[in-house]
């Protein structure tokens, strides 16, 4: 059990960190037979670059990327600091985080295909396009996201029959000391079934 929890801790921490390492992941590139090249990342982006003296990225671009920073930065600084002080909604936390991590990327991804396509557009090339490698990290997210769901579901099945087993022990035993109670006219018959009602209710 504890070992399942830690590892869906771990993946939680990774999908925050691969948020980080996303805006590495170039939004576009375009490169010659000559050798010539030119790439634009997310990091970039937030540092004001721009393509030529024509073009200008998007504020939106820069704010996003901004914003996925923050996130994936402050995610990795709250979860690491609940886990230490063994913060009782862990769980609910880390799910939350996994799927903001999803839509982030996701996001970044389709902005990266944006940005080709109007690049390519602007410059006219019909048989040397600009590309973008955005898909990269979503499909590193997606697969981190469906191993950290399926350790989460099955960790999950096998903690709530352990939560019941337990509840029904324990009226299992106060049935047992209130049985013990009539035998001994310590209670009557009646306090007796109003309280073996309670239980099994």
Known sequence: MAKKRIATLLIALATAILVVLALCFNMFEY????????K??????????????????????????????????????????????????LQYLLTTCVIINVILVTVYMINGFILSREITDYYGYSDREFTTKTYWPFLLMVAEAIVYFAIEKNTKETFEPTVICLKEA???????KYKSLLDQDGITQEEYDKKKTELLN
């Open 31 to 38: 490169r010659k037979d000559s050798g010539y090249s030119l």
């Open 40 to 89: 634009l990342n997310g990091f970039e982006i937030m540092n004001g670059w721009k393509l030529d003296e024509r073009i200008y990225c998007s504020e939106w671009l820069r704010i996003f990327n901004i914003l996925m920073l923050l996130v994936g930065v402050g995610e990795i600084a709250v979860v690491g600091y609940l886990t230490y002080n063994k913060h009782e909604k």
């Open 170 to 176: 324990e009226i299992v035993e106060l049935l047992l």
